[in-house]
Each structure stands twice: as structure tokens, then as C-alpha cells.
């Protein structure tokens, strides 16, 4: 052997040595991590090593992360994680069995799965072979789930930014758009389920662009221009889709059954409807539990309203500007797809029993609503954001009031600007039509309220018109403010934070002349006078009042940057 060649051959040995020295330090130290940090603390580590480009210690962490597997030491969501994916692949396995041959192993293999239940192992398999017939058609895309551990807030701001390229968004509405989407791969894991109302006050503001963003970032997603009750049931029972229902306005508000099928979905518990199917109309059920959205021109009908998260788009100006969809966005929305999938399987467990702040709301079915969105946003990492958001959206539902509520709020603002204890039916119906920005002097068809349809209004309430004595002298049809006390609590909770006051003083005085004509000059010159409360409350309050406000959305003005978590 020559000097050269032995030479290289020391050099080669040294080298081996200081790998298999530098293989059990890495060893050593990864089994100091494993033993001394838990699950948790070395899946966030190796996020943010891994977003900080920190090989070697991406390295040292997959290395414990490893050595925590091999013992046993997962975390629960992990093994629910690997336990699920077993369950997906042995279903799809019997499901490319020949119907026979599925016969002949069902009950076998529901033992060996652990499935009580055989009829919920035929169902998943039906399930999953109308999957495939799907994929064949092309009707939903089959994407796969992304190589890397997602971060959750970066993927929130992906998303963000993603639907701030192709619309105009008030603020807050990004963050929000963004965990319904999300809501859409996880919906399973909550007992309430929010429809998403995008509204726009005219045409051409966008709305169909925004359900096309929805269309490439939500699951199984299925838009429709029109659709039928029947086919909104037979539809969610076969694809388990999320509906995308556009032009909601041009055939929802007279479809009274489509209305009552949209709402039942709204409660996992009730999102049932029974229909007589098949030859002999046997009474069959079908599930209405999947996400919708829905767009419409206007305001929706209350039972939808209440349902609701709402969207408020506007029309963009002529400085603001936005993408096209296009083909090459197509891979975007896939990319984004894969990513939201692997971060709610990682996360699925700690998405159920997550418990985020309540939003703060008198209104228990808004709280309710967004409720899933802040356990999204709270397993994420963006709580405190996404509650702004909500503050933003529920304060503007809020100035869209249901009808009947917006009448309970009116009478107690006369009620309480007039100082009296009572009012003639005709009087406070004039002073309901003569009030600004309220519906009751255009009510029915272009024609003011009237009496009857007031007393209509107000019967579900217990409220009843009823005859009054006004004065030592004249009586009449009219209201007793103890009968509305019971009804205003209830109903008008906040109102004078709320609502605007009805009148300023010089209205407030014709208020006193005019609608109190059975009472006479002097006893209303005396009494009323002193009532009359001084107007230093005109302006609109928010009955949310919010410490230091929100400046702005935080995923507003961030650069579209690709995330460093791929």
C-alpha cells in the first residue's frame, strides 16, 4: 500500500469515527429531550426550528420526537391521528372489494376494527365508493395531505391574504372568511354549525368572486346558482359537500320549505328532515349537517339572519385592486388545501376539546355562532384577532335588527322620549311611520303600518291593544307601558345603547301636540313638559363597547408572502 493510499485511508477512518461519535452525541442528546420535555414542547420546538431553518436542530428534535414515538410517548392526537389513517386505509380496502366478496368479510372485519356497529362500517364504505365515483367525475378534486407540520396562525394569514387578493373585505372580514374555511375540513367536531351570509347592498359587488375563493379553499366544495329543498338533502346525504349557494336572493325569500331545510342544519342534533322515499314511501331520513354558504343581494330572512355569520361586501372604488381567478391560481388553492387538511388532522383532538373565550353578546345563538371559529382560532394561535373580528361583525349585525325586535325597540324609545304611560293605537302607529331610517312608513307593499298589523305584530309578545282611559274625559284603543316591561326585558336587552333616540326636542314637541290629541292643552302642558327627557343622547352607540378599539385588521396590510413552513 502506497504512503497516498494509506494516507486516504487514515483520513477515511477519522471521518467514520467522527460521525459515529457525532450519531451518539446526537443520540445522547435527543434522549436527554425526550426525557425531559413532553410531546407538546417538542412538536412547537420543531415548528419553529423548522420555520427558522434550523437543520441541526430540526435534526436533534425529529431525533427525540422519534425516540418519543418508538416508547410510546405520543401525544393523544397523534395516536388518534395514526389510528384514523388505519381506519381510512381499511375502509378504502373492502371498499374496492367486490360487493360479494364485502359480504362475505363485513362482520370480520367491523370485529377487527373495533366497530360495534356493522351498519356504520357499511356506511363508510358506501360512503367511500361514492368518493371514488366522485373523483372519477371530477366532481370534487382529491388532494393530498401536505409532507410538513402546518403552523397554524401562518396558515390563518395565508388564507387571509388569499381572499384579500380577489375581494374588497371590511375589516376583520379576511380572518374571518379564512376559520370558516377551515371550519368547513372540521365541522364534525362541534355541535352548532354557522351558516356564512355574504350580503352586498347592490349587484356587482363581488359576491361571486368570494364563492369562487371559497369554491378553491373549502372541502368538497359544491356551488350552486339555484337549488331545490329536495336536492339540498339528497345532495349533503350522497357528498357530505360544503354548499356554496349563490344568487340567494332571486329565489330563497318566498321558498318557505328551502328556508325551514337551510335552517335545521344549523344544530347537529336537529340537522335531520324525514321525506316518504323510494316505491313504497317508506319515511326516510336525511341528513342537513354540512357547511353552506350563501349569497345574496340585500338581507337575508330573519330565521337565515340568525343563523348567520355575515359578510357585508361592498363595491371596490376605483383605486382598489384585486387578482382574477385564473388558472394558475388553481395550484394555490390546492397547495393551501393540503395544508389546511394536515394541520386539522394534527390538530383534530385539540380542536374538540378546545375551550376559547365566549364572544360577548346578549345574543346567546351569536356566541354560539362563533363559537367553532374562536376554537379554531384559539388552537391556531390567533384568539385575541379573531375575537375583534367577531366584536366587528356582531356590531354590525347588530344595526340589522329583526323586524319585530326593531318595532319592540321603537315603542320602548317612544315610550321613554314621551314620558307617558300609556298611547292611543292610532298615535304611536303614526309616531312609528313618522320615525327616519325605519321600515314602518314603506311597510306592506309601499303603504304604512297600521293598527291591525301592529296588533298582529305585537300578539306573539302577549302584548294586546286593549281600551285606555287618556284623560279624565276621552278613551281609545291603545298600549299600557306595564304590559310591554316583561317584553322589553326580554327582548331589548341594551336597547338605548343600541337604537338612536327617536326624536330630537323640536320632533319630541310635535310628538306631545300631535299624537296625544285626546289629552287636553293644558293637562299636556303641564304633565308632558316635565317628562320630556333632554336628547343629549342622539348619536348611535355601540353596546359593545371595546376598550382601545380595533385599529385594524391584523391580516390587513401583510405582504402576500409564502409561508415558511413548506
Partial sequence: MSTATAE????????????????GQLRLDAEDLAA???????????LAAETDRDYEQVRLLKAAIAIQRKRGISAPAELERQA??????????????????????????????????????????????QRGTDEECNLFPLDETWSYPVDGRQLVKELSITFRRFSVLPKGSAITAALWAILTYCFDSWTTLPLLAVLSPEKRCGKTTFLTTLRGLCYRALPVSNISPAAVYRAIEAFRPTLLIDEGDTFLRDNEELRGVINSGHTKATAFVIRCDGEDNKPTRFSTWCPKSLAMIGTPPDTIQDRSIILNLRR????????????????????LRSMIRRWVDDNEAALRLAKPQRLTTSNDRQADNWRPLLAIAHVAGCEKEAIEA??????????????????????????????????????LVKALVEIED?????????????????????????????HIRLNSYDTAKGYLLTDFEET????????????????????????????FRFQSETETGNETDNKLKSNNNS????????????????????????????
Avoid at 331589548?492 to 301636540?513: A, C, H, M, R
Fill in 36 to 46: 425531559s420535555k413532553s410531546w407538546d414542547e417538542l412538536q412547537r420546538e420543531y
Fill in 488 to 515: 322589553f326585558t326580554r327582548y331589548t336587552p341594551g336597547q338605548s345603547e343600541t337604537t338612536k333616540q327617536v326624536n330630537d326636542i323640536d320632533k319630541l314637541q310635535d310628538f306631545k301636540s300631535e299624537t
Fill in 8 to 23: 486516504r485511508r487514515k483520513e477515511e477512518l477519522l471521518e467514520e469515527m467522527n460521525a459515529e461519535i457525532a450519531a
Fill in 539 to 566: 348619536e348611535n352607540v355601540s353596546c359593545f363597547a371595546f376598550t382601545g378599539g380595533v385599529e385594524a385588521d391584523i391580516f390587513e396590510d401583510i405582504d402576500a408572502e409564502v409561508i415558511g413552513c413548506s
Fill in 438 to 466: 325605519r321600515p314602518w312608513g314603506e311597510w306592506k307593499h309601499g303603504k304604512p303600518l297600521t293598527q291591525a298589523t301592529l296588533a298582529r305584530m305585537l300578539k306573539p309578545f302577549s302584548v294586546h291593544s286593549k
Fill in 316 to 335: 371596490k372604488l376605483a383605486g382598489e385592486e384585486t387578482e382574477r381567478h385564473g388558472d394558475e391560481v388553481e395550484e394555490d388553492f390546492r397547495r
Fill in 390 to 427: 367577531g366584536f366587528l361583525a356582531v356590531e354590525s349585525q347588530q344595526e340589522e335588527l329583526p323586524a319585530k325586535t326593531q318595532l319592540l325597540q321603537d315603542i320602548k324609545a317612544i315610550f321613554e322620549d314621551s314620558g307617558m304611560d300609556r298611547i292611543a293605537s292610532a298615535a
Fill in 84 to 129: 384514523a389513517k388505519d381506519l381510512r386505509q381499511a375502509v378504502k380496502r373492502l371498499a374496492a372489494l367486490d360487493p360479494l366478496e364485502y359480504e362475505q368479510v363485513r362482520k370480520s372485519e367491523a370485529k377487527q376494527l373495533k366497530i360495534d356497529r356493522i351498519g356504520e362500517l357499511d356506511r363508510a364504505v358506501k360512503a367511500e365508493r
